[in-house]
Every structure is written in structure tokens, then in C-alpha cells.
């Protein structure tokens, strides 16, 4: 069983930063594979991108590649998400992800889910 705690969230203006951290229970964090995901409201929970367990190998969707970029501390049970040029249509909550089954060019499926934490870009 591993639990996940985000943190990160807040209010930001269109063209700024945000790094979310998701906080991972357990001591088998290093074997599991992570990701994000986002739900705008009204809208469907969509893939942001994932970062392998063993190498380190990230995936993201086209919406957001080039601008947020993930990473790992295996040593602090740590994934951070790293939002960068942000604008209003990335406003949603934002949810970690460990686990699960991936197929690649964004087909994840994870097995543990984070309650998630809310991103609001301003224009």
C-alpha cells in the first residue's frame, strides 16, 4: 500500500512557476513507477506525464511538454512536478499518481492516487 501526499498548490499569474511535490509513503518508492494527472472542472482527468522508477524515463503529454518537467528523490520518497510559463487553461487540481501499468506515449494507468492539489493560473 503506498500513500500520497501533494503539496505545491496556490494561485499563480499566467507566465509564472509552480513546483508541486507529492510525498510518498512506504519503502519501496524507488521500485514505482509515478505520474501526474490534472482535472480541470467539467472536464475529464487527463495524463500530464510520468517518470519511470529504475531510470528516471519521462513522458509527458504534448499540452504541457517543454514547459513542466518531472522528477524524482528516491532518497526522500519525493516526485516533484515543475510547472514552468504557466497559462489559465492549466488551471485544475493536480493529482499524483504511483504504480499501475504503462504503455507508453501517455497510456498510464496507476495503481495509487493522491487526493490532489489545486492549481489556479490567472490571466
Known amino acids: 500500500q503506498v500513500q500520497l501526499v501533494e503539496s505545491g498548490g496556490g494561485l499563480v499569474q499566467a507566465g509564472g512557476s509552480l513546483r508541486l511535490s507529492c510525498a510518498a509513503s512506504g519503502r519501496s518508492f524507488s521500485t514505482y513507477r509515478m505520474g501526474w494527472f490534472r482535472q480541470a472542472p467539467g472536464k475529464e482527468r487527463e495524463f500530464v506525464g510520468t517518470?519511470?522508477?529504475?531510470?528516471?524515463?519521462?513522458d509527458y503529454a504534448d499540452s504541457v511538454k517543454g514547459r513542466f518537467t518531472i522528477s524524482r528523490d528516491n532518497a526522500k520518497n519525493t516526485v516533484y512536478l515543475q510547472m514552468n510559463s504557466l497559462k489559465p487553461e492549466d488551471t485544475a487540481v493536480y493529482s499524483c499518481?504511483?504504480?499501475?501499468?504503462?504503455?507508453?506515449?501517455?497510456?498510464?494507468?496507476?495503481?495509487?492516487w493522491g487526493q490532489g492539489t489545486q492549481v489556479t493560473v490567472s490571466s
Open positions: 517518470i519511470s522508477s529504475r531510470w528516471s524515463d519521462t
Open positions: 499518481a504511483a504504480g499501475g501499468r504503462y504503455s507508453g506515449s501517455g497510456s498510464y494507468y496507476p495503481q495509487y
